[in-house]
């Protein structure tokens, strides 16, 4: 369908952002003159740092703006020449200012102590107090000025291995071919293996998986090589900067202390019996005598159809949130009659779903609707990000608006989990109550034992490197194989292929990222389980949470929604959920 083809109130309303292309010139050019360089060197006077950090906010705040149109503009049609170029020069203002400003953090670090908790403590620098406090903890850890331009100069060597395993993993990965039921022939790319992986034709599946990870151990030389590189790169970075550990490094840079991420591994590990128990009951529903790993994504239960209009499904995501308060349904109804979303696909459009925002005008979501369950599903999820990011920023200065990405997704899976409960409470049908907690059972197991099988290899293989043992095929491949067996127990095989898994996961060359995804959905069933059984208060506290913005670290803005990461109840209440939502699906009758 072509955009001109669909009514405008389907369309985001980007001229509340610019009335126009010319405006956004004017704001541009506006822009390009912009400049943090009479500050430099200067950063030691109370009045001139308050000044510096102040410009450098407005400049950020314009330049955001900017970015924003220009990639909305792009992203509703993908082949226009011109918009394309609205975002290349709006990328490049964003490295002027990066440029431009790249002098502030190592100079604030470089600054005497005493004068930087001065600073925390003087009123007039609030807005900037938990900045100042983060740099302030990170100064152990900051080399002389010379030892840090000696690391800054490594920036490009520390990013080539992911480039490396970029580049192998599409460029010059060997995509199979193999044959469905019908003797089509399917090339499997990596699009194309999750849907493979969801057939209904096992043979096929088999095939599909097989020739995928074949792909993977024809190249796993290079891969060990490129993986065991990026993971002594980061035992280089982690004792050049004196951290403990390779773990304490990465979690320093969103302020995470690492017994959050220990807490996670121990808890989970308990509540693997639970795991195993479902992996078994889905074996079973599958019919089954021996269940495989490419066995694990069919759906037991087909969608069983919300087959809903736009506005249906946009009044029944209304209607499930309502425990979140009039004040958040009406927010919800803003959105929707204001035109932040843009609707449906259109040629040229980029596929997929987003939120986005900057800090002065509404957020916005990109859709791409149709009539399923997923999509309804997806109403939710991206308003729960876009209302997260409205909140901080309407209460938030700047400085303190943008939260962590390791609190990111639990606004949207609260709003998912809601949704699902409140479907689940209305539902007469028998098969749509079955798909919709076989719906919950797969999202709590690939996103948070999977992600946490993830985290633990990580773990696991950085380990072994700071120990100085080498991270060799075999040995990576024998860590891997045993996790996958702990996992998922015996009710499944764990296939020869599966212990080479670890070869194809691209995050884990941005190192102890995974966690956060198991962390966001554990914290997002315990909230939503407060709001659904304390009410008012639990609502108040989440909004405050939402309003937190990254004022604070994000464990402790967490606990504001009674989110306690250092402690046992939220990961017992995940498990808790687990468990009883699979006691109802075993219950469950079609």
Known sequence: MKRK???????????????????????YKAAEKETLAPYRGKLGKKDTLLACLKKQDEISRRLERIYVYAHMLSDQDTGDAENGALVARAQ?????????????????????????QECVEDEAFSDYDYMLKTILKEKPHVLGEEAEKVLALGGDVYSGFRDVFNVADNADFPFPTVKDGNGQKVRVTHGMYSVCMQSADRAFRRRAFKAYYGGYIGMVNTLTATYAG????????????KYESCLARALAGEDVEPIVYENLLRYVHKGLPVLHRYIAEKKKALRLEKMHMYDMYVPVVEDAGLKLTYEEACALVKEGLSPLGEEYTALLQRAFDERWIDVYENDGKRSGAYSTSCYEVHPYVLLNYQQTTHDVFTIAHEMGHSIHSYYSNKTQPYAKADYKIFVAEVASTVNEVL??????????????????LSYLLEMIRTTLFRQTQFAEF?????????????????ALCRKYLKL?????????????????????????????????????????LYI???????????????????????????????????VDL?????????????????????????
């Open 5 to 27: 083809e669909i009514e405008e109130k389907y369309f985001w309303n980007t001229a509340d952002l610019y009335r126009d292309a010319a405006e956004w010139e004017k704001a």
């Open 92 to 116: 490049s203002l964003l490295v002027k200012l990066n440029a431009d400003s790249a002098y502030i953090l190592p100079e604030l670090t470089a600054l005497d102590e005493k004068y930087l």
């Open 230 to 241: 990026s993971v002594k790169k980061d035992v280089f970075l982690t004792k050049a900067r």
């Open 419 to 436: 949704l699902l409960k409140h479907i689940l409470g209305k539902a007469k049908d028998g098969k749509l109550k079955k798909y919709l």
């Open 458 to 474: 990580e773990y696991k293989a950085h380990e072994m490197a700071e120990k100085g043992i080498p991270l060799t095929k075999e």
């Open 484 to 524: 996958n067996r702990e996992y998922y127990g015996k009710a499944v095989e764990s296939d020869r292929e599966i212990a080479y898994e670890w070869a194809r996961i691209p995050h884990f060359y941005t190192s102890f990222y995974v966690y956060k995804y198991a962390t966001g959905i554990i914290s997002a």
């Open 528 to 562: 939503a389980d407060r709001i659904l059984t304390e009410g008012a208060p639990a609502v108040a506290d989440y909004k405050r949470f939402l309003s937190s913005g990254g004022s604070g670290d994000p464990v402790s803005l967490l606990k504001i929604a009674g």
């Open 566 to 590: 250092t402690k046992t109840d939220a990961f017992d209440g995940a498990m808790r959920v687990f468990e009883d939502t699979l006691e109802a699906f075993v219950a469950a009758k079609e």
